[in-house]
């Protein structure tokens, strides 16, 4: 048993000066008696822990450098310490099963997924894994099967970036159709332009650039089979009552076509009218964290400030940065786009509901005690002093000063 004493708390609808008490993991008393062991919180804040939905950023504990890989078990181990020390208690890792070799190949995604498993017991924080599947890559179906057996069930999230790749040279990537329509204009291989287009992808799969080309075609000649596969991936995630979304939505049709199959969260859609399709469906929309951190896409979509503000963005992810989810919150208020316990929902309530995790994501009698305590003066940014989750300490962190 703990209680946190002298808090500022963050409840499901106002900020109180309170007590929190946790038994065997779970919130059991607000505003109680101190009780069992006391922790002393005057200063700080005291908030339900984030939710990280889409985090991708372990791939350079995993690949430090272009081409120079890590051992796994060490990777994981690292990255779930950030995970603490950043507030995070809940991550999902956006694992890619995609078609290339390299940092991005099924056996990789495969493999870490299975020392995330076999690690669990050494792991500070909880790591899920979202399968960021590409739908040309038919080589994940077996993995992606597997996977939806683990003991923590995974989401899956619906990514396309072959035919973003093979978009007509003229098409802003924001501008593209729906991917599977016949209007979907398409980029000649040939074309000396492909090769600037895909050389950073070349490079992170060890390929050449004529090689990754000549891979890509081969691919690209799939497009037929494609809405099988994605029907496919459907099903089984449904059958096993995962989370879908989709990825990088440019068209209300789009977002339809995947709602249609019981993908209902909107996954950093790039345009207006893929965000308000979403918002009238009733679809979970999340942006990334370090858009709102920085202060816009750093490629041109959508802003995310933009749309807190507009209420078209139910969580923010860490996306590539870890970091950036707390800062997000920081750079959000400082520009008034919503009060702070509005702001803080989009890093724990609005995540818990969009991965249907019911039992976490607020801090409320029966809820799992998944706590972060923060340190954030008036005339600074944010920083987190403590995580728990399901009330045990992941993270403590005490101040020189």
């Known amino acids: 048993m703990i209680t946190f004493e002298g808090a500022q708390v963050y409840l499901p609808n106002e900020i109180a000066d309170t007590t929190v008490?946790?038994?065997?993991?779970?919130?059991?008393?607000?505003?109680?008696?101190?009780?069992g062991d006391v922790i002393d919180a005057r200063g700080l804040i005291l908030a339900p822990a984030l939710i990280d939905v889409h985090g991708d950023a372990f791939e350079r504990q995993l690949m430090p450098r272009p081409g120079v890989f890590f051992p796994t078990e060490t990777a994981v181990i690292d990255t779930d310490r950030?995970?603490?020390?950043?507030?995070?208690?809940?991550?999902?890792?956006?694992?890619?099963?995609?078609?290339e070799p390299g940092l991005r190949d099924v056996t990789r995604g495969r493999d870490l997924m299975q020392?995330?498993?076999?690690?669990?017991?050494?792991?500070?924080?909880?790591?899920?894994?979202?399968?960021?599947w590409e739908t040309y890559a038919f080589e994940a179906l077996d993995v992606i099967e597997w996977a939806l057996k683990g003991a923590l069930l995974p989401s899956v999230a619906f990514n396309d970036h072959t035919s973003m790749t093979m978009r007509a040279y003229d098409v802003p990537i924001q501008d593209r159709a729906f991917e599977l329509s016949p209007d979907f204009s398409i980029a000649s291989l040939d074309d000396a332009r492909m090769?600037?287009?895909t050389a950073s992808k070349a490079h992170r799969a060890g390929l050449?650039?004529?090689?990754y080309i000549a891979l890509l075609g081969r691919v690209w000649d799939r497009r037929g089979e494609v809405p099988d596969a994605i029907a496919n991936v459907a099903r089984m995630a449904r059958d096993a009552g995962a989370p879908m979304l989709s990825h990088d939505d440019t068209r209300a049709e789009t977002?339809?076509?995947?709602?249609?199959?019981g993908?209902?969260?909107a996954e950093f859609p790039m345009v207006m009218d893929a965000?308000?399709?979403?918002?009238?469906?009733?679809?979970?929309?999340?942006?990334?964290?370090?858009?709102?951190?920085?202060?816009?896409?750093?490629?041109?979509?959508?802003?995310?400030?933009?749309?807190?503000?507009?209420?078209?963005?139910?969580?923010?992810?860490?996306?590539?940065f870890y970091p950036a989810m707390l800062a997000a919150i920081a750079k959000l208020e400082a520009e008034r786009r919503a009060d702070r316990l509005a702001l803080w929902r989009l890093v724990s309530t609005g995540p818990a509901r969009a991965m249907n995790l019911q039992d976490r994501g607020e801090i409320a009698v029966g809820k799992r005690a998944d706590l972060v305590l923060v340190n954030w003066p008036d005339t600074s940014v944010p920083s987190v002093q403590g995580t728990w989750v399901a009330g045990r300490c992941a993270y403590r962190g005490v101040p020189a000063g």
């Open 255 to 261: 977002r339809a076509y995947f709602r249609s199959l």
């Open 195 to 197: 090769k600037k287009r």
């Open 115 to 132: 020392a995330i498993r076999d690690l669990a017991p050494r792991l500070t924080v909880e790591n899920r894994v979202q399968l960021r």
């Open 82 to 99: 950030q995970l603490a020390t950043n507030g995070i208690a809940t991550a999902y890792h956006a694992i890619t099963l995609g078609w």
């Open 263 to 265: 993908a209902k969260v």
């Open 275 to 320: 965000a308000k399709a979403a918002r009238a469906g009733g679809d979970p929309i999340i942006f990334g964290a370090p858009n709102a951190a920085r202060g816009g896409s750093h490629i041109g979509s959508l802003g995310a400030g933009d749309m807190v503000e507009a209420g078209l963005c139910d969580a923010l992810a860490s996306d590539y």
């Open 208 to 211: 050449s650039e004529a090689d």
């Open 21 to 35: 008490t946790v038994i065997d993991g779970q919130i059991a008393e607000i505003g109680g008696p101190a009780r």
